[in-house]
T-cell receptor, first 108, second 115 residues
């Protein structure tokens, strides 16, 4: 079976940095995705990691360690619009298994 | 450019009724998926289709059926709705269902309430 864990909630101040951790235990691994989901909306793609290391895309970066079954999403220079849920998803047997999501609240 | 659309946006349904949720994509993606999203549980895969004419079961398929007669459409049917099927349903598509880089594009969702 699949086990994907991430914190339920995080709160941070505008302009700060937040790191969302994701640990996984899956029967297969073909890559790890991060999605952003604003309340009442559909998830949208943020990042993809298949090799160990850091992938940087503007204010967002994602890191992967396959040997540790661990990833994190780093959000820098937080803006109010970054208040959303962030979903970690593992490509296991070519289907995505999602964590429950981390709700990030950005305060002024 | 529509991308992926779902209908209806929301629905209140009496238990025991039959309901079909519609999903259409215009991106010519081979793979399509149905998820349900419940508070605290995240997105769970109901059924999927890697290509027109084929379907497969996901994590929570009981009580649901799908068909994939063509590339664009992937309807989800609840044969006899029960209150535990109250949820937000998302349809998604991806260019390939057998690729490691399986970025999925999601529809806007259908909020279903079964009373």
């Amino acid at each position: 079976g699949q086990n994907i864990d991430q914190p339920t909630e995080m709160t941070a101040t505008e302009g700060a940095i937040v790191q969302i951790n994701c640990t996984y235990q899956t029967s297969g691994f073909n890559g790890l995705f991060w999605y952003q989901q604003h309340a009442g909306e559909a998830p949208t793609f943020l990042s993809y990691n298949v090799l160990d290391g850091l992938e940087e895309k503007g204010r967002f970066s994602s890191f992967l360690s396959r040997s540790k079954g661990y990833s994190y999403l780093l959000l820098k220079e937080l803006q109010m619009k970054d208040s959303a849920s962030y979903l970690c998803a593992v490509n296991d047997d070519y289907k995505l298994s999602f964590g429950a999501g981390t709700t990030v609240t950005v305060r002024a | 450019i529509a991308g992926i659309t779902q209908a209806p946006t929301s629905q209140i349904l009496a238990a025991g009724r039959r309901m079909t949720l519609r999903c259409t994509q215009d991106m010519r993606h081979n793979a399509m998926y149905w998820y349900r999203q419940d508070l605290g549980l995240g997105l769970r895969l109901i059924h999927y289709s890697n290509t027109a004419g084929t379907t497969g079961k996901g994590e929570v398929p009981d009580g649901y059926s799908v068909s994939r007669a063509n590339t664009d459409d992937f309807p989800l049917t609840l044969a006899s709705a029960v209150p535990s099927q109250t949820s937000v349903y998302f349809c998604a598509s991806s260019p390939s269902g057998t690729s490691g880089y399986n970025e999925q594009f999601f529809g806007p969702g259908t909020r279903l309430t079964v009373l």
